[in-house]
């Protein structure tokens, strides 16, 4: 589908994080280039709420997902978003 003006929104926009803060307590809040704000509860993140405040801090892109210094997992664009079809980062 192409662009077109007279429609808003973000079509055809890869959603690429930017930024990830913890502001907010018991929160994750993702920052997507495009300018996209997305506010995530941690607990749907166990192993990221087993993070301490610094070890939060720390946190690196990986491909399209994110990770910790202090964390063996990788965490995928579509675990966020919730559609895996609609965003996978693998064809």
């Given at each position: 589908?192409?662009?077109?003006?007279?429609?808003?929104?973000?079509?055809?926009?890869?959603?690429k994080i930017?930024?990830?803060?913890?502001?907010?307590?018991?929160?994750?809040?993702?920052?997507?280039?495009?300018?996209?704000?997305?506010?995530?509860?941690?607990?749907?993140?166990?192993?990221?709420?087993?993070?301490?405040?610094l070890q939060?801090?720390?946190?690196?892109?990986?491909?399209?997902?994110?990770?910790?210094?202090?964390?063996?997992e990788v965490?995928?664009?579509?675990?966020?978003?919730?559609?895996?079809?609609?965003?996978?980062?693998?064809?």
């Amino acid at each position: 589908m192409k662009s077109n003006p007279q429609i808003e929104g973000f079509w055809n926009v890869a959603p690429k994080i930017k930024k990830i803060t913890f502001e907010q307590r018991g929160k994750i809040n993702i920052q997507l280039e495009d300018g996209r704000l997305i506010l995530v509860p941690v607990s749907k993140f166990p192993s990221i709420k087993k993070l301490t405040p610094l070890q939060r801090k720390k946190w690196y892109l990986f491909g399209n997902g994110f990770s910790f210094d202090d964390s063996n997992e990788v965490y995928h664009l579509e675990q966020i978003l919730g559609n895996f079809n609609a965003y996978k980062h693998e064809n």
